[in-house]
């Protein structure tokens, strides 16, 4: 099974990326968790995407792009994968879909978390206050911004997945468990073709 998951920050992405990993037997490929792992290494990578992340900027396409592509290539992606965080703009999407088609896969679903955003940010900042190692883009400042950036840059890809007949949606505005089970209801139905007409 190969999905992604969309949703603004605090939609509960992760957690339910993490669920689908356990229920399915598939790898989270989740590129702010790749990215905060090369700036904890120190890797040049690392160096580049910092400033970027500690604005709540987007990092540039290539190198998320780039990232996705390595991962991908790798044994354990081949069972099948979910991706959380990541693509996150409509040239993102395309260079997944270059990535996956050379490799003659694509994608099952693409799972949008919708939420409302006035309660996001109370999630952020509780997250903020709660975690055992601070995200920088947890501040509120930042999370203001990473807001705006959803808004301009990712929000688009969830039409663009909906023009291709892929897009299936998700109330996120319930416990943990109800999310859950709303996606694996809308897992259990099948992804319409591109385009495809309504009857009647
Ligand atoms: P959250 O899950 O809270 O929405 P992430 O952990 O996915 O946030 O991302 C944290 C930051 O990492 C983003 O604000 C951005 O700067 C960077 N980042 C993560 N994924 C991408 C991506 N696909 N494209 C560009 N930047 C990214």
Request: proline share 6%; aromatic share 2%; hydrophobic share 40%.
């Amino acid at each position: 099974m190969r999905l992604v998951l969309l949703g603004p920050p605090g939609a509960g992405k992760g957690t339910q990326a993490d669920r689908l990993v356990e229920r399915h037997g598939i790898v989270k490929l989740s590129t702010g968790d790749m990215l905060r792992a090369a700036i904890a290494g120190g890797t040049e990578l690392g160096r580049k995407a910092q400033p970027i992340m500690d604005r709540g900027d987007l990092v540039p396409d290539a190198l998320v792009i780039g990232i996705i592509g390595d991962r991908l290539a790798e044994p354990d992606a081949r069972r099948g994968f979910v991706l959380d965080g990541f693509p996150r703009t409509v040239a993102q999407a395309e260079g997944l879909a270059e990535l996956l088609e050379s490799r003659g896969l694509a994608l099952d679903a693409v799972i949008e978390i919708e939420v409302d955003e006035s309660a996001l940010l109370d999630r952020i900042q509780t997250r903020a206050r709660e975690s055992a190692v601070a995200r920088s883009d947890d501040d509120p400042e930042v999370a203001k911004r990473r807001f705006a950036v959803y808004r301009e840059q990712t929000a688009p890809v969830s039409g663009h997945y909906r023009a291709k007949g892929m897009l299936k949606t998700v109330d996120g505005m319930q416990s943990i468990e109800e999310v859950s089970a709303a996606i694996e209801r809308a897992l259990l139905v099948p992804t319409g073709a591109p385009n495809r007409p309504r009857n009647g």
